[in-house]
Protein backbone atom coordinates (compact mmCIF):
# COMPACT_ATOMS: atom_id res chain seq x y z
CA UNK A 1 0.00 0.00 0.00
CA UNK A 2 2.76 2.52 0.76
CA UNK A 3 4.21 2.02 -3.05
CA UNK A 4 0.75 2.84 -4.04
CA UNK A 5 0.58 6.28 -2.22
CA UNK A 6 4.28 6.56 -2.94
CA UNK A 7 3.44 6.46 -6.59
CA UNK A 8 0.25 8.95 -6.55
CA UNK A 9 2.22 11.52 -4.88
CA UNK A 10 4.82 11.64 -7.25
CA UNK A 11 2.44 12.77 -10.13
CA UNK A 12 1.66 16.73 -9.66
CA UNK A 13 -2.16 18.08 -9.86
CA UNK A 14 -3.18 20.97 -10.50
CA UNK A 15 -6.73 23.28 -9.66
CA UNK A 16 -7.72 24.76 -12.29
CA UNK A 17 -6.67 28.56 -11.55
CA UNK A 18 -3.17 26.84 -11.16
CA UNK A 19 -3.28 25.22 -14.87
CA UNK A 20 -5.19 28.64 -15.64
CA UNK A 21 -2.24 30.77 -14.35
CA UNK A 22 -0.20 27.85 -16.32
CA UNK A 23 -1.44 28.43 -19.62
CA UNK A 24 -1.69 32.36 -18.98
CA UNK A 25 -5.74 32.28 -19.86
CA UNK A 26 -8.89 32.48 -17.84
CA UNK A 27 -10.64 29.94 -15.31
CA UNK A 28 -13.90 29.85 -16.87
CA UNK A 29 -11.41 29.34 -20.47
CA UNK A 30 -9.99 26.04 -19.13
CA UNK A 31 -13.34 24.94 -17.59
CA UNK A 32 -14.92 25.37 -20.93
CA UNK A 33 -12.03 22.85 -22.55
CA UNK A 34 -12.27 20.75 -19.42
CA UNK A 35 -16.03 20.40 -20.33
CA UNK A 36 -16.07 20.46 -24.00
CA UNK A 37 -13.16 17.45 -23.88
CA UNK A 38 -15.28 15.80 -21.27
CA UNK A 39 -12.12 15.67 -18.40
CA UNK A 40 -12.23 14.13 -14.78
CA UNK A 41 -10.65 14.87 -12.19
CA UNK A 42 -7.92 13.20 -10.60
CA UNK A 43 -9.35 13.68 -7.27
CA UNK A 44 -11.33 16.02 -5.51
CA UNK A 45 -10.19 18.38 -2.36
CA UNK A 46 -11.69 20.22 0.32
CA UNK A 47 -14.43 22.36 -0.80
CA UNK A 48 -14.88 20.31 -3.91
CA UNK A 49 -11.83 21.49 -5.44
CA UNK A 50 -11.11 19.58 -8.45
CA UNK A 51 -7.43 18.32 -9.47
CA UNK A 52 -6.22 17.08 -12.57
CA UNK A 53 -3.35 15.32 -14.02
CA UNK A 54 0.01 16.26 -15.68
CA UNK A 55 -1.67 14.66 -19.12
CA UNK A 56 -4.27 17.16 -18.66
CA UNK A 57 -1.86 20.22 -18.23
CA UNK A 58 -0.05 18.84 -21.36
CA UNK A 59 -3.53 18.81 -23.42
CA UNK A 60 -4.49 22.48 -22.23
CA UNK A 61 -0.99 24.05 -23.21
CA UNK A 62 -0.75 22.57 -26.71
CA UNK A 63 -4.21 23.58 -27.04
CA UNK A 64 -3.71 26.79 -25.87
CA UNK A 65 -0.05 27.06 -27.47
CA UNK A 66 -1.77 26.76 -30.64
CA UNK A 67 -4.64 29.39 -29.89
CA UNK A 68 -2.30 31.57 -28.76
CA UNK A 69 -0.49 31.87 -32.06
CA UNK A 70 -3.78 32.52 -34.02
CA UNK A 71 -4.47 35.16 -30.53
CA UNK A 72 -1.18 36.80 -31.23
CA UNK A 73 -1.62 36.87 -35.20
CA UNK A 74 -5.09 38.98 -34.89
CA UNK A 75 -4.17 41.08 -31.89
CA UNK A 76 -1.00 41.72 -34.51
CA UNK A 77 -3.34 42.64 -36.99
CA UNK A 78 -5.57 45.00 -34.76
CA UNK A 79 -2.68 46.36 -33.70
CA UNK A 80 -1.13 47.18 -36.99
CA UNK A 81 -4.64 48.53 -38.03
CA UNK A 82 -4.85 50.70 -35.05
CA UNK A 83 -1.18 51.99 -35.09
CA UNK A 84 -2.67 52.50 -39.06
CA UNK A 85 -5.95 54.64 -37.88
CA UNK A 86 -3.82 56.33 -35.47
CA UNK A 87 -1.17 57.19 -38.41
CA UNK A 88 -3.95 58.48 -41.01
CA UNK A 89 -5.00 60.56 -38.22
CA UNK A 90 -1.57 62.30 -37.09
CA UNK A 91 -1.28 62.92 -40.78
CA UNK A 92 -4.54 64.54 -41.03
CA UNK A 93 -3.47 66.60 -38.41
CA UNK A 94 -0.29 67.43 -39.65
CA UNK A 95 -1.76 68.42 -43.48
CA UNK A 96 -4.37 70.43 -41.79
CA UNK A 97 -1.81 72.53 -40.15
CA UNK A 98 0.23 72.45 -42.85
CA UNK A 99 -2.60 73.90 -44.81
CA UNK A 100 -3.38 76.69 -41.90
CA UNK A 101 0.51 77.58 -42.09
CA UNK A 102 0.31 78.21 -45.71
CA UNK A 103 -2.55 80.11 -45.41
CA UNK A 104 -1.32 82.30 -43.18
CA UNK A 105 2.17 82.91 -45.03
CA UNK A 106 -0.10 83.84 -47.92
CA UNK A 107 -1.83 86.70 -45.37
CA UNK A 108 1.37 87.89 -43.89
CA UNK A 109 2.64 88.05 -47.91
CA UNK A 110 -0.12 90.31 -48.72
CA UNK A 111 0.22 92.28 -45.83
CA UNK A 112 3.97 93.30 -46.22
CA UNK A 113 3.49 94.06 -50.21
CA UNK A 114 0.74 96.40 -48.84
CA UNK A 115 3.35 97.79 -46.28
CA UNK A 116 6.09 97.81 -49.07
CA UNK A 117 3.58 99.97 -51.16
CA UNK A 118 2.67 102.40 -47.89
CA UNK A 119 6.28 102.74 -47.10
CA UNK A 120 6.75 103.63 -50.97
CA UNK A 121 4.52 106.68 -50.99
CA UNK A 122 5.16 107.85 -47.53
CA UNK A 123 8.99 107.74 -49.43
CA UNK A 124 7.81 109.61 -52.41
CA UNK A 125 5.77 112.12 -49.99
CA UNK A 126 8.89 112.71 -47.81
CA UNK A 127 10.88 113.65 -50.92
CA UNK A 128 8.41 115.94 -51.96
CA UNK A 129 8.26 117.58 -48.81
CA UNK A 130 12.04 117.38 -48.93
CA UNK A 131 11.77 119.40 -52.02
CA UNK A 132 9.74 121.73 -51.36
CA UNK A 133 10.92 122.71 -48.37
CA UNK A 134 14.55 123.19 -50.19
CA UNK A 135 12.34 125.19 -52.90
CA UNK A 136 11.08 127.36 -50.16
CA UNK A 137 14.38 127.82 -48.46
CA UNK A 138 15.78 128.79 -51.90
CA UNK A 139 13.08 131.36 -53.25
CA UNK A 140 13.60 132.64 -49.39
CA UNK A 141 16.78 133.70 -49.41
CA UNK A 142 16.95 134.73 -53.12
CA UNK A 143 13.58 137.27 -51.93
CA UNK A 144 16.24 138.49 -49.01
CA UNK A 145 19.30 138.79 -51.49
CA UNK A 146 16.75 141.11 -53.57
CA UNK A 147 15.66 143.52 -50.57
CA UNK A 148 19.39 144.00 -48.97
CA UNK A 149 20.35 144.67 -52.39
CA UNK A 150 17.20 147.87 -53.49
CA UNK A 151 17.28 148.68 -49.57
CA UNK A 152 19.51 151.38 -49.00
CA UNK A 153 21.13 150.88 -45.52
CA UNK A 154 19.72 152.69 -42.90
CA UNK A 155 21.32 154.33 -40.10
CA UNK A 156 20.12 152.69 -36.60
CA UNK A 157 20.44 155.26 -33.81
CA UNK A 158 21.23 153.66 -30.40
CA UNK A 159 20.24 154.47 -27.52
CA UNK A 160 17.17 154.34 -25.15
CA UNK A 161 14.87 156.85 -27.05
CA UNK A 162 14.96 156.13 -30.70
CA UNK A 163 11.68 154.62 -31.32
CA UNK A 164 10.01 158.29 -30.88
Sequence with gaps: MNTKNQIKTKTKTYTTSEMASICGV???S???FIKKN???PTK???NNAKYYDDSVLKQLRLHYEKSKSKRDKTSNNRDLKTDLAV???ENRLLRDQLDAA???IEILR???TIKNSQIDKLQNLTNQAQQLDLATHT???ELLEQTQSTDEPTKHKHGLFNWF
Design 26 to 28: TVG
Design 30 to 32: ISV
Design 38 to 40: NLK
Design 44 to 46: TGQ
Design 87 to 89: AQS
Design 102 to 104: KST
Design 110 to 112: NEL
Design 139 to 141: QHQ
